[in-house]
């Protein structure tokens, strides 16, 4: 088992993990459960600060036949989103200057972006890389 | 002499020395996948995600310059290369630019087949009140050279248009006409069964330079059962005509397309080899439509996706097989992947973009004038639903089609980037929205992904396609390079096989 969760009392019809809320945030946990909600009514809850319980229960009759597998599932696809976040929050100023770029070049902006749009150390250079030129006008 | 310690300073951790670019990832086949924001991918070891995130990377690994020669993290030697990036961007979003390209005539709805999978509620070959009026051709000619596309594609669909042939007739002068005068290139394309088609239509054909789109849905046996007709020889009609469509109008000019129907399941390889001995070098393994007349009959000809999915491996793997034998066939739903996956560009393929292709990249006008965003659309509405009716060309313009509510709405579930599941999935840069499709099997244009069969197959299909790419089989790449670039085949592949 992941350091991040941990299994509680096993049940035929229901899978429960404890999860570290300092390791995988409330969103992670809740796009985990997305995945899962083909197959599983997912209910998410906070015990306490530290830890959050998400229970999972089979959508058919039938009982639950692999739980350990279940639950490393969840728990690793939980993780994933965790690492994701962490991408998100170290590119998400990038993403949008790249994007404003390439789309401000190609011309299919139609109102000038909101906001500042470039990198103010790389502006300051003589070859600026992030230099919205203005929405073209035709 | 007193010695000193260095002070604290020096023992904090060091500056990271790389900063990451945007990317998704997924874990296929005991790796990490990277994906970047242009479509660029990398597998790397398990663990490499983590290492990127906690800047713990050893910057004097190769894996270390891979990732920074894909665009996945930059440093000081590397960042005047996100301009490049930023390029590579727009390019993989080309397909916005311009405009509707595709437009879809229904001429007709009248049609002698009974298909039970048909999406359209056809009517019977004499009701001319199905037809395409004069009125409403022009109209509709009208919007079409509207858009601001440079190049536009009329097609012509039905029905089966050939049983309005006098509104074909009326509306490719007059498409072309104005063509010339807004200086735009034509293409024209009819997409007919061929059960009626004679001489002087294929020489009038010829003579206007229109291609011709047929289907084949397999051997006698597969094609009669899904496409039943007086006299129970559609598979006789439609090899006829496409004998005579390509004695007339050349090899490149008669293409085919088959759908998969619950009784197709079994005949993969057979289904291939049919295209093969009728001299075909492209076969797109499509499922059935969830529109329309095919809604009805679904007990009868629909399946699981999962059965579809194993039907296109089967059939994939003895498309490849035959292509190792010497002889060039393509898998076009492959070859529309690979291109997005292994080349900088996207596609023209309107169902599989993001904005999504409907009303953006095509638009239907129906026999009555009502405008359509897609023809799936107009499938729907042959089930009473107009959810999907822009507009009438009798009633409005280009710009209140697209400024309408049911353009707006359907616009607002139409880019993949913001979707439940789509926004964080590593193959969004391949993959589209499709708020129709949702919204048909779903009730809902943004629809749930993990029981969407629409993510279902594009999924599998991808990671099937990846699993390829990171075997990196020599032959097995050659061939579906040559899919991409549309080059023959090499001798050394035919020697290898």
């Not at chain 1, 000038?112 to 919205?132: C, L, N, W, Y």
Request: with cysteine; charged share 25%.
């Amino acid at each position: 088992m992941d350091e991040s969760g941990s299994i509680s009392t096993p049940d035929a019809n229901r899978i429960a993990l404890e999860i570290d809320r300092g390791l995988v945030s409330a969103e992670a946990l809740l796009k985990a459960s997305y995945w899962f909600s083909r197959d599983f009514v997912c209910e998410i809850r906070n015990r306490n600060d530290q830890i959050a319980e998400v229970v999972l229960r089979p959508r058919n009759s039938a009982s639950v036949v692999d739980a350990a597998s279940i639950q490393d599932s969840f728990i690793t696809s939980a993780m994933d989103f965790a690492l994701r976040e962490k991408i998100d929050g170290k590119t998400s100023g990038v993403r949008d200057l790249l994007l404003a770029k390439a789309f401000s070049e190609a011309g299919v902006l139609e109102d000038e972006p909101q906001g500042i749009f470039g990198d103010a150390v790389e502006e300051a250079k003589p070859e600026s890389m992030f230099k919205i030129l203005g929405t073209p006008r035709f | 002499m007193a010695r000193v310690f260095y002070p604290l300073e020096r023992f904090a951790p060091a500056t990271p020395t790389f900063h990451l670019l945007p990317f998704r990832f997924t874990r296929l086949n005991g790796k990490e996948l990277l994906v970047n924001e242009a479509g660029e991918f990398l597998f790397v070891p398990r663990g490499t995600v983590q290492r990127l995130t906690d800047e713990s990377l050893d910057t004097d690994s190769a894996l270390y310059q891979d990732l920074k020669a894909k665009q996945f993290l930059y440093d000081n030697s590397s960042s005047p290369l996100l301009d490049i990036l930023a390029t590579k961007i727009r390019t993989k979003f080309d397909h916005m630019c311009g405009g509707t390209k595709l437009h879809i005539f229904v001429v007709t709805l009248r049609c002698e087949h009974s298909c039970e999978y048909c999406q359209v509620s056809r009517q019977t070959a004499t009701r001319g009140e199905f037809d395409m009026s004069p009125e409403t051709a022009d109209r509709a000619i009208a919007m079409m050279m509207d858009s601001p596309a440079p190049a536009v594609t009329l097609e012509f669909q039905g029905g089966e248009p050939l049983l309005a042939f006098d509104v074909i007739q009326y509306i490719i002068p007059r498409a072309k006409k104005l063509a010339r005068e807004r200086k735009k290139d034509l293409d024209i394309v009819v997409c007919t069964n061929l059960a009626c088609v004679t001489d002087d239509i294929l020489l009038y054909f010829r003579d206007e330079g229109v291609k011709v789109s047929t289907s084949l849905d397999g051997p006698a046996f597969l094609h009669n059962k899904n496409r039943p007709r007086p006299g129970h020889n559609s598979y006789e009609k439609a090899i006829e005509g496409i004998e005579r469509s390509r004695a007339i109008l050349g090899m490149e000019s008669v293409a085919a397309l088959m759908t998969t129907t619950a009784a197709s399941l079994d005949h993969a390889a057979a289904i291939v080899d049919e295209y093969v001995r009728r001299e075909f070098h492209s076969i797109f393994l499509r499922p059935i439509s969830p529109y329309g007349f095919a809604v009805k009959t679904r007990h009868r000809t629909g399946y699981e996706m999962d059965r579809f999915l194993d039907f296109y491996k089967q059939g994939l793997a003895h498309i490849l097989k035959v292509n190792r034998d010497g002889y060039r066939i393509a898998e076009v739903y492959t070859q529309i992947l690979l291109t997005k996956i292994l080349t900088p560009h996207s596609t023209r393929y309107v169902d599989m973009q993001s904005p999504a292709g409907e009303a953006w990249s095509v638009l239907v006008y129906n026999y009555d004038g009502d405008v359509y965003a897609s023809d799936e659309s107009r499938m729907l509405a042959e089930m009473r639903d107009w959810t999907f009716r822009l507009g009438n060309v009798h009633k409005d313009t280009r710009r209140s089609l697209f400024t309408g509510d049911p353009a707006l709405q359907l616009f607002q579930a139409s880019c993949n980037q913001a979707l439940a599941g789509c926004s964080d999935c590593a193959f969004q840069a391949y993959c589209a929205a499709d708020p129709v499709y949702h919204y048909a099997t779903q009730g809902d244009m943004y629809g749930h992904r993990p029981t969407s069969g629409f993510c279902a197959r594009n999924m599998e299909v991808i990671k099937h396609l990846f699993s390829f790419i990171e075997e990196n089989d020599r032959d097995t790449m050659r061939i579906l390079w040559s899919w991409i670039t549309g080059k023959p085949l090499t001798e050394e592949v035919v020697e290898c096989a």
